[in-house]
């Protein structure tokens, strides 16, 4: 990296990291035109390096982001050795990096190749009954799943496998919404978007009863209507739960399944599905939440939300 810093005029290279660390996230680094254009023509192999290079600069650039990440990961695993930390702390950084060529790939390369890939690359056996059971009962199936793994494939490839499945999406900007939705709508998949509908609670109440798949993510923290009534641990941190995944499965007696899509290596994955009991003695939020948990503190480098671990609504 020395040679590209003194090819670079040392003022237009500071100019270019403060616009980096204070405008620019990762996401939209990486989708500025010149590099949707490349991501476009390309093959998936050159794609993929292509954006592991640009990661590479983008934390090089922004330490502060990869040090506040380091430092959750200690806060949060603290009985750990600091070389094991360190080792977790790289593969989180890795993992990062995979997820933004799945969401780009998934967002820009082409719908025939995508579909190839996913149906090639993903391994769905001994837990497709889970889900396969879970649709007989018509009562709809809601999917939690986290911020780990491919989840940007995992209800992409759900739809490619003709099951009948809507997620929720949020766009950072009205021209990238303008791109996706058709891409997402040729693969059968039905997108809610918050910022086009009255009530998210409400359309996704109506996917339900029409004994759809409905995927939504347990660990969006920045959405979350925490559950004063009640205090869990996650990570070591107590928080106050979400309360809209209770309220969701109460008003609509939906099946409530957790899945994970899990690396398994290069460009393989697995599927994994586990049914949460209709019962149990904590809210059905709590429990799913502390099924993620079991599998961060397993595969903590799948996991891509430890920059915001420290955002979770404490408890009081």
């Known amino acids: 990296m020395p040679t590209f810093v003194h090819v670079l005029p040392s003022n237009r290279l500071r100019n270019w990291r403060q616009r980096l660390r204070s405008q620019l996230s990762l996401s939209k680094f990486l989708q500025l035109r010149f590099n949707l254009f490349l991501l476009s023509i390309w093959p998936i192999s050159f794609t993929k390096a292509y954006i592991w290079i640009l990661a590479r600069l ?54 025939p190749k995508l579909r190839k890939f996913l149906i090639s690359r993903v391994c769905f056996d001994g837990f497709e009954r889970v889900l396969q059971d879970a649709l007989k009962e018509g009562r709809g199936v809601i999917i939690a799943t986290g911020h780990y793994g491919a989840l940007e494939y995992l209800p992409r490839y759900l739809a490619i496998r003709k099951y009948p499945t809507v997620t929720m999406v949020k766009f950072k900007t009205e021209r990238l919404k303008k791109i996706l939705i058709p891409r997402a709508i040729e693969d059968g998949l039905g997108v809610i978007v918050p910022g086009d509908v009255t009530n998210v609670m409400h359309e996704a109440t109506k996917v339900l009863t029409q004994k759809k798949i409905f995927v939504t993510q347990c660990d969006e923290s920045e959405e979350w209507r925490p559950d004063p009534n009640y205090t869990m641990e996650f990570l070591g941190r107590k928080t106050h739960p979400d309360r809209m995944l209770t309220v969701l499965c109460k008003r609509t007696r939906a099946v409530l399944l957790f ?44 996991w ?13």
């Open 259 to 302: 899945g994970l899509l899990h690396r398994e290596g290069k460009n393989k994955y697995k599927l994994f599905l586990h049914r949460v009991p209709d019962e149990g003695d904590a809210p059905i939020s709590v429990r799913t939440l502390k099924l993620l948990e079991k599998y961060i503190y397993r595969y903590p480098d799948q």
């Open 304 to 316: 891509y939300e430890w920059k915001k671990y420290d955002r979770f609504p404490c408890a009081s």
């Open 58 to 111: 983008y934390f090089m650039c922004c330490p502060g982001k990869t040090n506040t990440i380091l430092r959750n990961i200690g806060r949060a695993l603290k009985e750990r050795q600091s070389s094991e930390i360190n080792k977790i702390y790289k593969g989180v950084i890795r993992g990062i990096i995979h997820h933004y060529q799945e969401k780009m790939l998934n967002g820009f390369f082409e719908t």
